[in-house]
């Protein structure tokens, strides 16, 4: 059981250590901002996919309101 506290504490200093390190190496920013690109790329394509579907279904759903409610 000693050492299974002693690696845990290891790492659990370590992680510590890197948290308290502050700013990221420059390869991980380079990393970072290529995935928050194209996950934002995605998110536009996929939205822009979907806008003239939920017009249409909000369109149909107004006129069932509207045709519904006297």
Same mark, same amino acid.
């Given at each position: ?10 790492? @659990?200093? =370590? ?12 390869? =991980?920013?380079?990393?970072?901002? /290529? ?15 979907? @806008? ?10 107004? /006129? @069932? ?6």
């Amino acid at each position: 059981m000693g050492h299974a506290r002693a690696a845990e504490y290891r790492i @659990v200093r =370590d992680l510590i250590r890197r948290r308290e390190g502050g700013s990221l190496q420059a390869p =991980d920013r380079a990393a970072e901002t /290529v995935i928050r690109v194209l996950a934002g790329t995605a998110g536009l394509l996929l939205l822009g996919s979907l @806008v003239p579907e939920l017009l249409w279904a909000a369109l149909a759903a107004s /006129v @069932v309101f509207a045709l519904g409610t006297r």
